[in-house]
């Protein structure tokens, strides 16, 4: 009884980059695939309009990508470009909008909006599952 609450207290006050994953596959991998590669996912939204995947969503690796180029400054300094990347993923998610998207067209324009997760997540799940998509490494890069 007693290590149950302590183990669930200490599962509450912190998640881990294990958590991120988790929550990722549980909240997130129904639309947003993991991985394609990067080849694949030019044929698919540069040749075609996302007749030959079909995917839901733009994919993790495009998400963790196209963000980090995008927001912020790339090229500054690190541990403030994480925080940037990481506020734009907690803000989409409540508050989501094409028109903040950072995505080339060609990809977005296959999609709607993505559904609002407003109340379906919490700050800190939140947190956790947007630095998992900043620490995200593509299969060939882990070696
Ligand atoms: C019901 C399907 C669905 C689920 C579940 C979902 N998404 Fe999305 N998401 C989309 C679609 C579709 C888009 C592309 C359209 C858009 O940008 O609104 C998108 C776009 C995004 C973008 C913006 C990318 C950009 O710049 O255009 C982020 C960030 C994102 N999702 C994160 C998440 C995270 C994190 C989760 C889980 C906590 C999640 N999504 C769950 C469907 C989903």
Do not use: W
Not at 19 to 42: I, R, T
Not at 123 to 142: C, G, H, K, N
């Amino acid at each position: 009884m007693i290590r149950q609450s302590l183990l669930g207290a200490s599962l509450a006050v912190t998640l881990s980059a294990n958590d991120g994953a988790a929550l990722f596959d549980a909240q997130c991998n129904a639309c947003h695939v993991k991985y394609v590669p990067v080849n694949e996912l030019m044929e698919n939204f540069m040749k075609g309009k996302n007749e030959k995947l079909k995917l839901l969503a733009p994919t993790l690796n495009q998400l963790n990508f196209r963000i980090k180029q995008m927001v912020g400054d790339p090229k500054g300094d690190a541990e403030m470009h994480r925080i940037e990347v990481v506020e734009f993923i907690k803000d989409y998610v409540i508050h989501p909008d094409k028109a903040k998207s950072v995505c080339l067209a060609e990809v977005i324009d296959n999609f709607e909006t993505m559904p609002s997760m407003k109340g379906q997540i919490s700050e800190s799940e939140l947190e956790a599952v947007a630095e998992f998509i900043y620490d995200y490494t593509q299969p060939e890069e882990r070696k």
